[in-house]
């Protein structure tokens, strides 16, 4: 299965239209490397809550 390191920008994006759920639909593994977790929950917004929510399934 497909694996992927990301980074800020598709984070934000997708969490910005609702649609998170489009990188585990395409990619089996979704790391988040530390200093981007920090970077895009650094805001208690959307994204932050959505990425927050589904921490345990990407890192």
Do not use: W
Request: charge should be positive.
């Amino acid at each position: 299965m497909r694996k992927v390191v990301v980074n800020s920008t598709p984070l934000i994006v997708l969490c910005g239209i609702g649609r998170l759920d489009i990188l585990r639909s395409v990619y089996h593994d979704i790391f988040i490397p530390v200093a981007v977790y920090r970077e895009v929950t650094a805001v208690e917004d959307s994204a932050c809550i959505q990425i927050k929510k589904r921490a345990d399934g990407f890192m």
